[in-house]
Structures are given as C-alpha cells and as structure tokens.
C-alpha cells in the first residue's frame, strides 16, 4: 500500500473517531439543548427552531444533546443512550431530533421571514428551494433515517394535528427502517445534490391512520451532501396521491389547506431498540426562489 494511501486512511479513521467520540458540544459558549426541550436561534440566513424531540420515550439513561454553533452556523447533535422505556411500542420510532422552520403545530410554536412566510395556502406556496448541509452518522445495526417533513393542516395555527390534516415526509435516507403504510407510487422528482441537478426517483407510501400519512422515499440512499429540496414539487405531486388515495381529503379541499412548516431531522429506533448511539450536523440553511 502507497504511504499517500495510509495517511489518507488514517485520516478519514481519525476523522471518524472525532466525529463519533464526541461527548460533549464543541463550544461551550453555544446554544444548548441537553435534554428533550426546544428553543430559537438565529442562523445566518434563516431563524431555526431547535428540539431535542423524543416524543415517543418515556424514560432512558446516557448521554444526548443539540448544540448551535454560531461560530460556525452549525447544528450538531449527539446521542449516547440505553435502557430505553417507550411511551408506546406500537408507534415504532422513538423520536426525532431536528430543526424546524415554520409553525409546527404539535409545539404551537415557530419562526420564519418574508424569504417564506409559514404557514402558507396550499394553492399560495411559492417556488422555491430548502437548502441545507447534512452528514449522519450511526451505528450499524440503528434504525434510522434523515427526513424531511411538513405538517399540512386544515386551519393555518392549529396546536394539534387531527384526522383531516396530512403528514408529508421526504426521506433522503435510511438503514432499517421504512415508512408507515403501503407503496402507492413511484415518481421523479429532481433535487439539487452538491451543486448538480440529480433526477431522484421517489416510492411514495401512503397510510391511513389518525391523519393522512405520505412518505417519499429516495432510492439512493444520501447519507451526507448538500441539498436543495423544491418543496413546491412534492406539493403539487401530492396532490395526485391524496386524490387517489385518501378516504378523508379531496383535491378542492387540499388546495384550501395550509402548509405550516419544514422541519429536518432523523427518526430512530424500533420496538426492539433500547439503545442508540448517532449523530449529525446540519448547516448552511438557506430559502431561495427557484
């Protein structure tokens, strides 16, 4: 083996361990969450809201926290935990740490700015792009995904969400673990993947549950990259699916309905899961007209 070669593979082990060994926030002047709460920063260019999200764990043990890093415009979080009690096995997931933009309506809490007002009419929504940085780490066996959602409601400032409301979610990856409902299609939907348009083909699930749940799920699996996502393209695509599909929602009354926020993040874990240990940094946020 060439010694260029060694140094590089003795980098990229290093830089692994730096990346995964990390136990507490780089900075100790940062915003931090270190245990499941939420709170508001100010990142370069968009206001975020941060939550330490586990909505579905009762109790557990070890280490967790959402650190913001101003220096750097860069969120980072970390999870070392064990003996995980859930609230609910047959609700799967454990939670989901993320950031949002927007109102999400489970918090009755949010932020955005004249770059994207939220929420916003379904038949209002503009043309644009959700920009963002991502590398995921995790170990091999978690299930987990990185995923995009929106919350799409009947009234623009619910503090719940009920049966006429959709769960929409993008997942750009996942080991183990696969969206709610069955397969109902499967389209191209293109995305701006390192600087490069890329044609991503999508299985789109649909379930009918408390509300109406919609995934698209990517083929590729991205683990790391920086992306722009047209929200407006899944949007409009959805609407085809909620008029094939849904038993609650017409096309008329989709239209009517309000798009509410856009929240990132990574679902984890299953009814079997009673340890997890991963890990992600986000950064260079931004909205911009497509």
């Known amino acids: 083996m060439r010694r260029t070669q060694i140094f590089t593979l003795l980098f990229l082990f290093i830089l692994f361990l730096d990346l995964t060994s990390s136990q507490t926030p780089k900075y100790k002047d940062a915003f931090i969450l270190t245990e499941p709460s939420l709170g508001d920063v100010r990142t370069e260019k968009l206001p975020l809201t941060l939550e330490l999200n586990f909505w579905n764990i009762a109790k557990y043990e070890g280490n967790t926290w959402m650190a913001f890093y101003n220096k750097e415009d860069t969120v980072e979080y970390f999870a070392d935990i064990k003996n995980i009690v859930l609230k609910d096995k047959n609700s799967w997931v454990h939670g989901y740490p993320e950031v949002y933009y927007g109102y999400k309506p489970w918090s009755a809490h949010g932020i955005s700015t004249e770059k994207l007002i939220l929420p916003k009419k379904v038949v209002e929504f503009p043309e644009v792009y959700f920009n963002l940085k991502y590398y995921l780490w995790h170990e091999k066996n978690l299930p987990i995904n990185f995923a995009m959602e929106t919350w799409i409601t009947k009234e623009p400032y619910q503090k719940t969400v009920t049966s006429e409301d959709i769960e929409m979610m993008v997942w750009l990856y996942a080991n183990r673990l696969g969206p709610a409902g069955r397969k109902v ?29 919609i995934s698209y799920k990517s083929k590729e699996n991205l683990i790391e990259g920086e992306v722009k996502i047209p929200i407006n393209e899944f949007i409009k695509n959805l609407r085809s699916i909620i008029a094939n ?21 990574t679902e984890f874990g299953d009814p079997y899961t009673t340890e997890a240990k991963f890990g992600w940094k986000f950064s260079n946020f931004d909205i911009e007209l497509k």
Not at 245 to 254: G, L, M, Q, W
Not at 259 to 265: F, N, Q, S
Request: proline residues 4%; without cysteine.
């Open 185 to 213: 299609a499967e389209v191209k939907i293109p995305i701006i993947l390192n600087g490069k348009p890329r044609d991503v083909v999508w299985d789109v699930y649909f379930s009918h549950g408390a509300w109406d749940y």
């Open 245 to 265: 599909n849904s038993r609650r929602i017409t096309s008329e009354k989709y239209d009517q309905m309000y798009v509410t926020v856009w929240e990132i993040g």
